[in-house]
T-cell receptor, first 111, second 113 residues
Framework: QKEVEQDPGPLSVPEGAIVSLNCTYS??????FMWYRQYSRKGPELLMY????GNKEDGRFTAQVDKSSKYISLFIRDSQPSDSATYLC???????????FGTGTSLTVIP | KAGVTQTPRYLIKTRGQQVTLSCSPISGHRSVSWYQQTPGQGLQFLFEYFSETQRNKGNFPGRFSGRQFSNSRSEMNVSTLELGDSALYLCASSPGPSSTEAFFGQGTRLTVV
């Protein structure tokens, strides 16, 4: 079993829709949770990070962490065609820079 | 402020050869991590360097090695290439040894034929 599981999709939504992306994990030592966006032929770009449980909002993006369920989510409001990309969740423990990634969810926002 | 620079962007090598990839982190960042990205496995951690010392290593064979120089630039080397080594190799730059943020370069696309 992989330490981080993420539904690969693909996910296709109309412009303006609310998108929900999710990951589950098995390692209770994970404390830092990140979401990255990766466009085709580009490196991953950090969107948001959250420490421990709770919510964090940044513009149209909201990240949620539920450590009791080992479940994290990223919500995108008012989705735009420019949001079309692969979204990767990542997490790590309290120390070090070894990140554990999900395999990514491919999102297409249709104009 | 310049981002993470990886060279070369694309490489084609033959089975059995070796390859060296380079990564220049963001100015002031002292931690460099390497990841292998493949369609089936996603991003998998190779190793992490901080202040020229390897701090952590992923579950890859000894054919994969790396180093970091005093200016924080890093190289990774893969010897005796196999077809399965074909992947996007990504370098991540972080300010210190336990950072909440990792900034990735565009990667080096390695194809082994």
């Amino acid at each position: 079993q992989k330490e981080v599981e993420q539904d690969p999709g693909p996910l296709s939504v109309p412009e303006g829709a609310i998108v929900s992306l999710n990951c589950t994990y098995s390692n209770s030592a994970f404390q830092y949770f990140m979401w990255y966006r990766q466009y085709s032929r580009k490196g991953p770009e950090l969107l948001m990070y959250t420490y421990s449980s709770g919510n964090k909002e940044d513009g149209r993006f909201t990240a949620q962490v539920d450590k009791s369920s080992k479940y994290i989510s990223l919500f995108i409001r008012d989705s735009q065609p420019s949001d079309s990309a692969t979204y990767l969740c990542a997490m790590r423990g309290n120390t070090g820079n070894q990140f554990y990634f999900g395999t990514g969810t491919s999102l297409t926002v249709i104009p | 402020k310049a981002g993470v620079t990886q060279t070369p962007r694309y490489l084609i090598k033959t089975r059995g050869q070796q390859v060296t990839l380079s990564c220049s982190p963001i100015s002031g960042h002292r931690s460099v991590s390497w990841y292998q990205q493949t369609p089936g496995q996603g991003l998998q951690f190779l190793f992490e360097y901080f202040s020229e010392t390897q701090r952590n290593k992923g579950n890859f064979p000894g054919r994969f090695s790396g180093r970091q120089f005093s200016n924080s630039r890093s190289e990774m080397n893969v010897s005796t290439l196999e077809l399965g080594d074909s992947a996007l190799y990504l370098c991540a730059s972080s300010p210190g040894p336990s950072s909440t943020e990792a900034f990735f370069g565009q990667g080096t696309r390695l194809t082994v034929v």
